[in-house]
């Protein structure tokens, strides 16, 4: 099948990628020409592992192509894909789907044939209703077909989420277009992937309260362990007790950090939006959201208490930087908060992440990153384990040590609480 995907960013070109592995003849196109020159050099905008050798292996197999030029990729092509940014508004909190409308508005001149456009970027309910009426301008009815077939594709997980999915969602509301789109997945289907076939409002919707039940699970275990911390329990004892019954199950129970990255602070304000257009009161998300923002304060107030509230010309490290662990994704890291009001305060910090240097930190004042954890931890007052970098989960830390030893703040909770402090340093987590 000849497939365009509108968009070269995570969901646009893992997804692409991805489908022409899977032997169909895939056109990633981008306005943006100098990344599309990198792609077709091998070189990868984003850290995502494995993906580099599958665009290589299906670029030079001539499967994946990338293409600044829109018109002829659709005309080529019998399932168009969307897949651009929809962030948050910065004057709110609903999505910003001027990227989603521009590229209807230019689709809508391409359409030489009967097309399928699918939308996979995460959009609000009706979006899909809107599209149509973009493509109804120029276009008659029966020569498109606009279908909602969100994306479930974790940072770090992606390759693997899309070859073994849990599930496939396809919303539209005509027999043709689920009959092609059934067949494009005809491949993971066979595999044991369940395809659901549900109306495109429907799979709009779908995406947003997944995003939110999951972000709903992040901050309640992180509530608990606040709980726990004032009791003298062990979160993850609460966790491993929770987690077993097959209802709540136990991924997404692990205290720690605030949540971050591309989706789920975005989607969960974005659905409160939705709700709020329908007047309808997503209470539970809106507190959600609320304690979310509340939690890297909470975390900056336990380092505060760590230090005795002692931060000037103290020397911290922080062991990674970005919101989760096998990304290079720094959007609403809880680090970009941690980072700044520690500096302000007069600390000293260094960071490593595998990911390298980043950009965010280049005008905060006594912030440096550094090229080894060896070279992270000389000096240090306190270390603060901030992602769940495999990099970082065998570390002798009495091997760095020269001199007094460093306190850590483990918020991941990766170490054992009793052999860290039989080796004789103060150690600190979350929920313990």
Not at 108 to 117: C, G, Y
Not at 165 to 170: A, E, L, N, S, Y
Not at 209 to 225: G, P, R, Y
Not at 385 to 392: G, L, P, R
Request: include cysteine; aromatic fraction near 10%.
């Amino acid at each position: 099948m000849k497939l365009c995907m509108i968009g070269t960013g995570y969901v646009g070109l893992v997804s692409g990628v991805c489908f022409a592995d899977l032997g169909n003849d895939v056109v990633c196109v981008d306005k943006d020409v100098n990344k599309i020159n990198l792609l077709k050099k091998g070189k990868i905008p984003i850290y995502e592992p494995g993906l580099s050798e599958l665009v290589l292996k299906n670029y030079k197999n001539k499967r994946l192509t990338f293409s600044t030029d829109l018109k002829k990729s659709i005309y080529t092509s019998d399932v168009i894909f969307i897949c651009v940014g929809t962030p948050t508004k910065k004057s709110g909190s609903s999505a910003d789907l001027s990227q989603i409308y521009n590229v209807a508005s230019e689709i809508k001149s391409s359409v030489n044939s009967f097309k399928i456009i699918v939308t996979k970027s995460t959009v609000p309910v009706t979006t899909g209703d809107e599209i149509e009426k973009i493509l109804s301008k120029k276009n008659k009815k029966k020569n498109f077909s606009v279908v909602s077939n969100p994306e479930f594709l974790r940072e770090g997980e992606a390759i693997r989420d899309f070859t073994y999915p849990d599930r496939i969602i396809v919303g539209s509301n005509d027999i043709r277009s689920n009959r092609v789109l059934k067949n494009l997945y005809a491949p993971l289907i066979s595999k044991g992937a369940q395809y659901v076939h549900t109306e495109r409002r429907a799979a709009e919707l779908i995406k947003y309260a997944s995003n939110a039940f999951l972000a709903t699970k992040i901050t309640f275990i992180n509530e608990i362990a606040n709980l726990c911390e004032k009791i003298g329990i062990n979160v993850e004892d609460i966790s491993i007790g929770m987690g077993l019954d097959k209802r709540i199950g136990s991924r997404f129970l692990r205290a720690g950090p605030a949540y971050g990255g591309s989706c789920f602070p975005k989607d969960t304000k974005a659905i409160t939006s939705t709700a709020d257009k329908f007047k309808t009161n997503l209470s539970v998300i809106k507190s959600v959201i609320k304690s979310n923002e509340n939690r890297s304060s909470l975390l900056l107030n336990r380092v505060y208490e760590i230090l005795n509230k002692k931060i000037k010309n103290k020397k911290i490290t922080f062991l990674g930087v970005t919101f989760k662990a096998n990304t290079d994704d720094m959007r609403d890291s809880s680090s970009l908060i941690m980072i700044p009001s520690l500096s302000k305060k007069g600390a000293i910090i260094k960071y490593f992440d595998p990911t390298g240097y980043k950009k965010e930190f280049s005008r905060v004042k006594n912030v440096s990153n550094v090229n080894t954890i060896k070279e992270s931890l000389e000096g240090s007052d306190l270390v603060i384990v901030h992602t769940e970098w495999n990099d970082f989960k065998s570390i002798n830390f009495k091997n760095f040590i020269k001199g007094k030893k460093f306190i850590i703040y483990d918020m991941r909770n990766i170490y054992s609480p009793k052999k860290i402090r039989n080796q004789g340093f103060k150690y600190y987590s979350v929920g313990r």
